[in-house]
């Protein structure tokens, strides 16, 4: 089975080309060398989109441009124009050699076109899609297509579920498991008809049935579930990748979070400190801006009191009854408008004025020896505040500092898109654990099950061993019970010498690739399918390898999936030698040459990347082409 | 409220803004639960005695007649202050028994002393004429003025 050419008109770069990939020689192995940019990763797009309708291996850049062909100048908005891709198959038999064409643009179409006695045939759609499942089916696409650059990828999100259900396809084990679940049907009717009449054997096949259809539906539930970790997984170590070199621009950004939310309030209290420290300095600056008034206040209210005016020496009454008796206590009489009198007088208001001095003195003397009594009480408040004040700036200072140097710190990291690869990280890990958990209920409750539906086997075949209609049945039922343990034996023969032959495959190759060989002292599969490479010294290499080696490991494990299932597809490959390079390229070269003497290789490389293995391949070449590029558009050229 | 004093002390129209935008006082708004800022007759006193302590004694050139300190709002302590600082600016005791003599010498001292913070205020980098005061305030503290009552002195 293999491609014989492939015609793309008005597809991205191309706009009239076709690559023909003659057998014309003992290795089916063709290049198609090109720099970058002209259409060598779109080439394997177009075939993936002729066959499935999508284009796996776009880059992110190419995704929003329109699928057909623009040329520099970009199309016209009234412009439209038809897209064709064409795949031409042959193989062995007749049936699998015709052509697979998807149209687009005006009207959209996809069939497989074979030839017949009258001219040719066409399958549309659905029919066409039913062809493609017998070449390269859909589910297996990725290990028939794939991208070197990215190969240590597949090896890491193809988890063990993945690689046992590729095995599985691959090897027909799916196709017994169907014949197996419809001879396990016929049996079960086979027993209801056996048990017809009989109230007690109906009831025991009817509770089988139940079982089984429990079974059924949990053993559904199971394939949900290993998908939906298989998928969790993908998406986590996706994400992982994303936000790997970034760990600690997320735990930074939470620490951000964290003192921004704490910045809000300590400026507050720290706002408030300061009022309070305001406070008490102002009563300090009060008494000391105050203190001279107040001191030499005091001196004059000492000199008062010496010369004993403060309080005055005599009672105003007293003066008061003198003027009254117009008597001196000196029993001297004080007529009117005696000097005597007069001076009288002047003593009254003298001591008036005194009285009332004396009476607004009290106060004040009280009022500032009180403000002075507590100037002390108030340096320390002020003292205290001031220290509060500076503990809560320090810290704020800090803190201020801490968040400039993490913004200095996440400045150079895409923050939004780390954080949401780190929630989507956190996700897909939720989910990953929560499916974990689900299949191992699940496994648990199909055995259960499976124990349940023996013992209901076994009841149903002891209460009909007597009658007689089970002696009539007894030869099919007989036969169906050694067909379906022959299948049984057979299905798990089959996965037994598949895990075995891949692994031994996977590990020739692997080793093959390799050009430090005593590096690595096995390469094996474990029983959940996973894939392990062992390191001289008895540890787990895989997560440690180099790129390159990464990379020759997931082309021996995909080389010896595509040997051990003995599934004739053509291996098409995107920067074939990833990052590997010296004579580790050589090898990868090497294995490649081996694989194209039993199935058909295609190999898109660079100009540079292929020169150091051209004295390898270019005398064994089935075809070369050389793709050129003018004015956006894409050419290619025979390379003889 | 002492005998013979208005409802008001009075200011100078310059002087509101001053006492209200010159961050010489911290502003009114904002107020925030169990946070005590000075009312209006404690920054009046405030400004009194930095007046007084800088001999700036200034007449007030256009009364704001809304008033601004509450006299009621002088505690004892304040009025002994007063009445302090109006005997020895005019060098009689008796001034204090003249309350209408006594009100002119503090307004004029508030308003020499607030103009002059104003003063100080324009000039300082914004922000930090309280902590030039604060600075003046301890090295007073830290000469040994009233060390007695200082405990840390």
Known sequence: MRIERVRLRNYRQYRDVSFAYPATREHDLHLIVGDNGLGKTNLMNAMCWCLYGRERYLSEQNAGLPVAHCGREGLP???????????????????????????????????????????????????????????????????????????QQYLFEHSGNSVRQALFF???????????????????????????????????????????????????????????????????????????????AVELAKKQELLESQLGPGEAT????????????????????????????????????????????????????????????????????????????????????????????????????????????????????????????????????????????????????????????DEFADVFVKA????????????????????????????????????????????????????????????????????????TTFMDLMWQKDLYKDAYLDDSYGIHVVHLSGSEALATMAEGEKQCAAVAFTLALHEVAGYPGPIVVDFPFGRTNGQMKENMAQVFLDVSRRRQVILFVLKDEYQSVAHLLDPELASKHALAGRSGETTAEVIE | MRLGFPMFFEIDESDERIYKDSGVFPPAAGDRPGVLKPNNAEKFLLAM????????????????????????????????????????????????????????VVEEYAHGGVTLLGQRAAQAPRGTLMEEIELELLDQLEQGVLADADPAG
């Open chain 1, 77 to 151: 908005a009234d412009y439209s124009v038809s897209v064709e891709v064409g795949l031409s198959w042959s193989a062995d038999g007749e049936s699998m050699t015709g052509v697979f064409e998807r149209q687009d643009g005006d009207r959209s179409v996809f069939r497989w076109i074979v030839p017949s006695a009258t001219g040719t045939e066409s399958y549309v759609g659905a029919e066409a899609m039913k062809h493609v499942e017998r070449f390269i089916p859909e589910a297996m696409k990725d290990y028939f297509f794939f991208d070197g650059e990215k190969l």
């Open chain 1, 170 to 248: 691959l090897s027909k084990v799916t196709l017994i498991e169907t014949v197996l679940e419809h001879m396990k049907s016929l049996e079960v009717d086979l027993q209801k008809k056996a048990a017809k009449g009989d109230p007690n054997t109906e009831a025991l096949v009817s509770q089988k049935e139940g079982i089984s259809t429990e079974l059924r539906t949990d053993n559904a539930e199971l394939l949900l579930a290993e998908k939906e970790k298989e998928t969790a997984f993908q998406e986590r170590e996706r994400y992982a990748r994303i936000v790997h070199g970034h760990e600690d």
């Open chain 1, 270 to 425: 720290e706002r408030d400190a300061t009022l309070v420290a305001q406070a008490a300095m102002y009563r300090v600056a009060l008494l000391l801006y105050s203190r001279e008034a107040v001191t030499k206040f005091n001196a004059i209210l000492e000199e008062k009191e010496s010369l004993r005016q403060l309080p005055p020496p005599i009672e105003a009454s007293v003066v008061q009854r003198m003027l009254d008796d117009a008597q001196c206590i000196c029993e001297r009489k004080l007529p009117e408008r005696s000097p005597e009198r007069a001076a009288i007088e002047a003593l009254k208001r003298q001591v008036l004025t005194n009285s009332a001095l004396g009476d607004a003195v009290r106060p004040i003397r009280g009022g500032a020896s009180a403000l002075f009594m507590g100037l002390a009480r108030d340096v320390g408040a002020w003292r205290t505040a001031r220290n509060h004040l500076d503990t809560i700036r320090q810290f704020n200072i800090q803190r201020r500092a801490e968040l400039r140097e993490i913004k200095e710190a996440l400045y150079k990291h895409d923050l939004a898109t780390v954080r949401e690869a780190q929630r989507k990280h």
């Open chain 1, 436 to 507: 974990t958990e689900r299949i191992g209920y699940l496994k648990g409750k199909i055995e259960d099950a499976n124990g349940d539906l023996l013992r209901k086997q076994n009841e149903i075949e002891a209460a009909n061993s007597k009658k007689q209609i089970v002696v009539q049945l007894r030869r099919e039922l007989d036969l169906l019970k050694r067909a379906i343990a022959c299948l049984e034996k057979a299905r798990h023969d089959r996965i037994q010498l598949m895990r075995r032959c891949v692994e031994s495959d996977f590990k």
């Open chain 2, 49 to 104: 005695a930095y007046g007084f302590h800088n001999h700036a004694r200034l007449k007030l050139s256009k009364r704001d007649s809304a008033g601004f300190a509450r006299t009621e709002y002088i505690h004892e302590e304040g009025e002994a202050l007063i009445d302090a600082i109006a005997t020895i600016e005019t060098g009689s005791l008796e001034t204090i028994l003249d309350a209408k003599r006594v009100v002119t």
